[in-house]
């Protein structure tokens, strides 16, 4: 009976154990499952909050750039809304392939040839005459060189520099025997040098603001710091010789002068002050008109003289 008794005993103490053991076990697990909940539900916040971060980071660039974009068009149809309103200072006719100056020599539609030339082209873009070529060779003077008197400001130029180089640029493109294409800059408040002598390093007595013109690759535009917040004109130039241009779909006879196609502006220039950048070349470009404005460069169909 004694024994009898004593077994059940020991079988209930380790019934009661293994149940204890069973139930310490379920808290265990039971805290483990709840921090791996938690971890879990942190891990997906920290992941959720990174999403939102770089969403946020993302759509702000996003932003930027979009505002950076509406900039540079409010910027390009101001300058072209000016070129609208100085229509006696302009060449936007060219611009905007409407006939408007018809009355002027140089921009008026061959009559004679242009119903012939057109059964050509048939509406379409016509082969050029001769080759067009892009050329990025640099700026002879490049107007974001280093002085060697101070690094941290730009090599200053004279305005005769500028004009003498302008020229030489102009004797460049006429005497290539095909259409040239080549990076344009211009800027505006350039602190001209007063005198070849002059110091690099501006001050009240050694500057002249103005406008500059620069035909050639600029190296280093954008990190220039006497340019920033200057308004400016970058694109392209080509020297149209004389001879018949297909323009939007028609034929032009042109005299002399320099096409320019804009990639980018920031601020106002005027269309005159563009025009007295090219006053050098004056007795040799088209009379009150030595520039165009263009969506993209005419293509010469016909050519009227060698040397032109």
Not at 64 to 74: I, K, Q
Not at 107 to 126: A, F, H, I, R, Y
Not at 191 to 201: N, R, T, W, Y
Request: charged content about 40%; some cysteine; overall charge negative.
């Amino acid at each position: 009976m004694i024994d009898e008794h004593n077994n059940d005993v020991e079988a209930d103490d380790l019934s009661s154990f293994l149940e204890e053991d069973a139930g310490d076990d379920d808290d265990l697990s039971s805290f483990l499952d709840d921090e791996e909940e938690e971890d879990e539900d942190d891990d997906l916040a920290a992941f959720l909050d990174d999403e939102e971060e770089e969403d946020e980071d993302d759509d702000l660039a996003a932003f930027l750039d979009d505002e950076e974009e509406e900039e540079e068009d409010d910027d390009l149809a101001a300058f072209l809304d000016d070129e609208e309103e100085e229509e006696e200072d302009d060449d936007l006719a060219a611009f905007l392939g409407s006939d408007d100056s018809s009355d002027s020599a140089d921009n008026s539609v061959q009559e004679d040839g242009s119903d012939w030339l057109d059964s050509m082209t048939s509406g379409s873009k016509p082969e050029p005459v001769l080759a067009y070529k892009k050329e990025n060779r640099k700026a002879r003077l490049d107007i974001t060189k280093n002085s060697k008197e101070d690094h941290r400001y730009i090599k200053r130029y004279t305005k005769k520099e500028i004009e003498d180089q302008l020229k030489k640029d102009y004797r460049y493109m006429l005497g290539k025997p095909y259409m040239l294409i080549q990076p344009l800059t211009i800027l505006a408040e350039y602190p001209f040098k007063k005198k070849s002598s002059d110091s690099d390093i501006p001050n009240e007595h050694n500057v002249d603001l103005d406008y500059i013109i620069c035909i050639g690759k600029i190296l280093k535009w954008r990190g220039t710091e006497q340019f920033k917040g200057k308004p400016y004109r970058l694109g392209r130039i080509m020297y149209l010789k004389r001879g018949d241009y297909w323009v939007n779909g028609k034929i032009h006879t042109f005299d002399p002068h320099f096409a320019i196609v804009l990639t980018k502006s920031y601020k106002r220039i005027k269309s005159k002050r563009i025009r007295d950048l090219f006053r050098p070349l004056k007795q040799r470009l088209r009379s009150g008109k030595p520039f165009g404005l263009y969506k993209e460069f005419p293509i010469i169909v016909k050519r009227s003289g060698s040397y032109s």
